[in-house]
Nanobody
Framework: QVQLAESGGGLVQAGRSLRLSCAAS????????MGWYRQAPGKQRELVAS???????TYADSVKGRFTLSRDNAKNTVYLQMNGLKAEDTAVYYC??????????????????WGQGTQVTVSS
């Protein structure tokens, strides 16, 4: 089993900052990529930012220059620093991890895991 523990959401005024954290734990063999998606009411879930095991990052155009994703490999944790928040950043943010687990039998299984989501609300 794998758990993704998310933290850091909340209510903030436009222009301010928040930092989201996501820690993966469990029978993890290797993590290929981790990142954050978000879903606003009435909209589809979209990628915000992701980072590969090699450190390559991808950002949505709407957050480039404002959000920074970093990773602590030793802690299996990613951090999303969100600066200059806008009302349109309001959404539920979901942590995602593409990783391989090792079972008690020694079998390795690659799977995509999701956190439960954390609400980010930006007031204008």
């Amino acid at each position: 089993q794998v758990q993704l523990a998310e933290s850091g959401g909340g209510l903030v005024q436009a222009g301010r900052s928040l930092r989201l954290s996501c820690a993966a734990s469990g029978s993890i063999f290797s993590i290929h990529a981790m990142g954050w998606y978000r879903q606003a009411p009435g909209k589809q879930r979209e990628l915000v930012a992701s980072i590969t095991s090699g450190g390559s990052t991808t950002y949505a155009d709407s957050v480039k220059g404002r959000f920074t994703l970093s990773r602590d490999n030793a802690k299996n944790t990613v951090y999303l620093q969100m600066n200059g928040l806008k009302a349109e950043d309001t959404a539920v943010y979901y942590c995602n991890a593409d990783l391989t687990t090792v079972q008690a039998t020694g079998v390795h299984i690659k799977f995509d895991y999701w956190g439960q989501g954390t609400q980010v609300t930006v007031s204008s």
